[in-house]
């Protein structure tokens, strides 16, 4: 059965976006700046689009997905950026590295449906994946740590933007976006998976039953020859001279009780079904049971002291 799954690919290339100061005037080169958060919302959501693509494309087995749509599920994600620190790693360089708290906002139509879909394939709910991701859910948002650089050109006209690689944030909402996309194909893939696991578990349910079935009808023959046996052997007994009769019955009664366990033993562990195991026994006393009345029938004619008597096999 093939197993669902949604795998997500990184091993994004850092990238860098520029704000051009023709729009804004001089660029503003601070880690906090407007202009500094325009190049991050660009630069971030380029490497989303990117990542989604990426993983999209691993998840093959699950169908296509509408690019349009991926475009405006990506588009609909808002950022902002809070506690904004800086520091400077070269002094004689303008490079800017900066770390802040980045706030997620998803569009409320992608994480219903992002969510919906992962409780019904079993992949842990949005908030999970936040907290897989140590991602802080606040008011509807996500929020965690965030590493990026920023750096103006020479002449300050634009402002370039660094954001790591790994950054949680964007494995994040990769992995539930990916959801969102491709959500019609994992309830199909669930419903499918879910057809054929309960398909598997009737078919093992009816061999059960029948495995079951077996047992018992085996337990049903022995009781009736082993029934049979006791009748014939009695039949022999009360036929047998009173004499012979006494003088072995103490015998006979021993003879029966190691008949007996004899065959309990021999029918222990022979079978997984007790109702199989029990006809084993059953059946081992109905073959003892059965010699042993030829052995007393000739006692039925004999007129002496020499009774013939049952043993167990040795």
Known sequence: MRALKVTLAFGLLVTLVGCDGAIFGRADADCGSDDALKAIDTLFKEELEFAL??????????GSYDAAE?????????LKLE????????????????????????PDDVEKEANDVRIMAELGTVREAANRFRLKRRGGTYSGDFSYFVQPTDDGNKLYAE???DAVQLQFLTEIIGSYLLSDEIREVK???DQA???????????REAYEAEGAAALNTAQIERKLASE??????????????????DVHNAWVQQMKALCSAESAGTDDRATMRKAEE?????????????????????????????????
């Open 53 to 62: 693509q990426e993983s999209l494309a691993d998840q093959k087995e699950l």
């Open 70 to 78: 991926l475009e405006d599920a990506v588009k609909g994600a808002s």
């Open 83 to 106: 506690d904004v620190r800086t520091s400077r790693d070269d002094p004689d360089s303008s490079r800017l590295s900066c770390k802040a708290i980045l706030v997620l906002d998803l």
């Open 163 to 165: 954001i790591d690689d």
């Open 191 to 193: 419903i499918s998976q």
């Open 197 to 207: 696991l309960a398909e598997e578990r009737r078919a093992e349910r009816e061999a």
């Open 232 to 249: 014939s052997i009695n039949a022999v007994w009360n036929s047998m001279p009173i004499a012979a009769q006494k003088s072995i019955e």
């Open 282 to 314: 059953l059946s081992c006393q109905t073959t003892f049971v059965r010699s042993c009345a030829n052995i007393l029938r000739g006692n039925i004619s004999r007129r002496s002291d020499d009774w013939a008597y049952c043993r167990i096999r040795s």
